[in-house]
């Protein structure tokens, strides 16, 4: 129940003795609030774990979708405009990701910098593989049809891979949930080493999403830390 701008919570209480019932209200405002700020930086499940008492969060999931976009010559973009400029487009474009996310039901991680990072496939019922993948089709879409304020187009570079990797909580101040593995590593290289525009994929993923989506290869592209990936572009839905 809310009054006043505040959320009460009601018990009632049965007194057969005086053959009346009592009604009791607690103000859960507070608790409210820490939910809703909680449910903002983690997956709804892993809220609901903390909220419960678990202080040590650590999860292995054996296919995990993990999505790395990037947004194209941001740098140079950002030294000719004035900060406001630059946080406002930043701030546009990373909530029409988050739009996608919520739309395909997947857990953005965080971003940096410019920076974007998505997975998939962390809860039963929320968005894996496949969502992962409409995503960023539909992340390159809105790209092609977004412009700045002064008319300016801007491009990302993704990359996607799909595989088992680690999820969990780490730090006590500004704690965050995050994920490791080789997985997120070689998501993050087909990024960097990605085309203006294209989404970069191994060929093993491909050959997992290979039902319902077209590609194109590329061939042997040598990635940092990891040597040579043979890697194609996903391209579009079947």
């Known amino acids: 129940m809310e009054r006043g701008g505040r959320l009460y919570e009601l018990r009632v209480v049965t007194l057969a003795q005086f053959e009346s019932l009592n009604v009791y209200g607690s103000d859960i405002t507070a608790a409210r609030e820490v939910e809703r700020l909680l449910l903002n930086i983690l997956p709804a499940s892993i ?6 008492g678990e202080s040590m969060i650590a ?4 296919e ?23 946080v406002g487009v930043l701030n546009e474009v990373f909530t029409i990701f988050d739009r996608l996310a919520d739309l395909y039901g997947l857990e953005k991680i965080k ?24 995503m960023a089709l539909d992340m390159v879409d809105a790209m092609d049809d977004y412009r700045t304020a002064g008319g300016s187009r801007l491009q990302i570079r993704v990359g996607l891979q799909v595989g088992p990797a680690v999820a969990g909580i780490i730090g006590l101040k500004k704690f965050i949930y995050d994920i490791w593995g ?25 050959d997992r999403l290979a039902s319902g989506y077209v590609f194109e290869p590329r061939g042997i592209v040598e990635t940092k830390g990891k040597g040579p990936v ?3 572009f996903l391209v579009a839905r079947r």
Do not use: K, W
Not at 47 to 52: G, N
Not at 70 to 86: H, L, W
Not at 119 to 132: K, N
């Open 47 to 52: 809220a609901d774990r903390l909220q419960h």
């Open 64 to 86: 995990m979708a993990v999505l790395f976009a990037d947004v194209v010559d941001f740098t140079p973009f950002s030294a000719r405009r004035p900060p406001a400029e630059v």
């Open 182 to 206: 080789d997985t997120v590593n070689t998501a993050s290289r087909l990024e960097s080493h990605g085309v203006p525009g294209r989404i970069q994929i191994t060929v093993e993923t491909a």
């Open 230 to 232: 043979e890697a194609c």
């Open 59 to 62: 999860d292995r999931f054996e």
């Open 111 to 134: 971003t940096i910098g410019d920076a974007y990072m998505v997975a998939g496939g962390l809860t039963p019922q929320g968005g894996g593989v496949e969502q992962v993948a409409d």
